[in-house]
């Protein structure tokens, strides 16, 4: 079976547990990645102005093809670390670090052997699961194709479908 591109449901409480136990640039980092959905280099781009604070959002500004995009920050307490950090930085870029170094940081953080992608894969995952929203999938990700996003569409039916027949069987 192939591995999951994505972190299950007990490795992201995992991760958000350890995440809550620091205040670190670190933990700030991958907390976006989490909840945003943004790779690694829209999150390095990120600067100053890149942040709403009214709003809680920040812009995103696509890469590889994607849209640029402004994604809510619903975790008070990453909105409240967010805010604290620009305040803390003289940098105009928010995170002064280059991608083999975030990755660095990710094996330092990860509760499973998956790679830092694997972030952007499970804000999708779990965004579709709360909201059986492709489209809103779709706006997150920044993908300019809903086709692009029907792979997490795929992920999920394929498990939700292969674990209600497997109970009806019984």
């Known amino acids: 079976m192939t591995p999951l591109k994505y972190l299950t449901a007990s490795e992201s409480l995992q991760l958000i547990a350890q995440l809550n136990r620091y205040d670190t640039r670190d933990s ?12 690694c280099s829209e999150l390095l781009a990120l600067t100053r102005q890149d942040y709403m604070p009214e709003a809680q959002a920040i812009i995103i500004k696509g890469l590889k093809g994607s849209r640029d995009r402004v994604i809510p920050i619903l975790n008070p307490e990453t909105v ?7 305040k803390s930085t003289l940098n105009e870029r928010l995170f002064c670090i280059s991608p083999q170094r975030f990755r660095v940081i990710w094996y330092h953080w ?3 052997r998956k790679k830092l992608h694997a972030l952007r894969h499970t804000c ?3 965004l579709y699961q709360k909201t059986k929203d492709l489209k809103l999938v779709q706006l997150i990700l920044g993908h300019k194709s809903l086709t692009s996003t ?5 992920v999920i039916y394929d498990l939700d479908e292969m674990r209600r027949r497997m109970l009806r069987v019984g």
């Open 28 to 39: 700030l980092l991958i907390r976006l990645a989490l909840e945003t959905g943004a790779r």
């Open 80 to 86: 409240t670390r967010l805010s604290r950090h620009i």
């Open 110 to 112: 990860r509760p499973a």
């Open 124 to 126: 999708a995952v779990e």
């Open 150 to 154: 029907q792979v997490y569409l795929d």
